[in-house]
């Protein structure tokens, strides 16, 4: 079975401090794939990286940074300097090929001006 | 078009009312998806269509939901005898299959109020 787990539910943090959002997932594929959504209070989900179960490096991107790590199922989410648009739910997801989307139950950041 | 688009934005029904949602895709994308979000809670898997392959309706909550797609382009959910629980935030998704990994591009939702 496939799951994804951000045993996050809020964070509120200070602007210009960093944060970073967990994601565990779980599943028996060698090959997958996951992924980070932002859904800001306007509704609409945008989508922020996709990463392949066979690729490991991390990336950064502006003030983002991902961490993933097959040892541990642990694909996380760092934001660097935080804003106060960066306030959203941030959803994490595994997709195992031809198959749906799993996704987490999101966590909520509030940044505080 | 430019991107996923559904209509309506927002619905307001009468319990026991027929509704029906519209998704168009994002053109040549293959693969589409139909979740749901109740008010402060995750993404919940409706149903899934991959090309000519019979889609994955598992998530479908009861026989009152439908989903239907013509060919690789407009998907309509249909909810049969609307019932309060069923209002929630209708969101579709679509994905370009080539390469297996892409990622999914969401729709605004339909906002579905069954009073």
């Known amino acids: 079975a496939q799951k994804v787990t951000q045993a996050q539910t809020e964070i509120s943090v200070v602007e210009k401090e960093d944060v970073t959002l967990d994601c565990v997932y779980e599943?028996?594929?060698?090959?997958?794939?996951l992924f980070w959504y932002k859904q800001p209070p306007s509704g609409e989900l945008v989508f922020l990286i996709r990463?392949?179960?066979?690729?490991?490096q991390n990336e950064i991107s502006g003030r983002y940074s991902w961490n993933f790590q097959k040892s541990t199922s642990s694909f996380n989410f760092t934001i660097t300097a935080s804003q106060v648009v960066d306030s959203a739910v941030y959803f994490c997801?595994?997709?195992?090929?031809?198959?749906?989307?799993?996704f987490g139950t999101g966590t909520s950041l509030t940044v505080i001006p | 078009g430019a991107g996923v688009s559904q209509s309506p934005s927002n619905k307001v029904t009468e319990k026991g009312k027929d509704v029906e949602l519209r998704c168009d895709p994002i053109s040549g994308h293959t693969a589409l998806y139909w979740y749901r979000q109740r008010l402060g809670q995750g993404l919940e898997f409706l149903i899934y269509f991959q090309g000519n392959s019979a889609p994955d309706k598992s998530g479908l909550p009861s026989d009152r939901f439908s989903a239907e797609r013509t060919g690789e382009s407009v998907s309509t959910l249909t909810i049969q005898r609307t019932q309060q629980e069923d209002s929630a935030v209708y969101l579709c998704a679509s994905r370009h299959t080539g390469g297996g990994g892409t990622e999914a591009f969401f729709g605004q939702g339909t906002r579905l109020t069954v009073v």
């Open positions: 990463r392949n179960s066979f690729d490991e």
């Open positions: 997801a595994l997709r195992r090929d031809g198959n749906q989307f799993y």
């Open positions: 599943t028996r594929d060698t090959t997958y794939y």
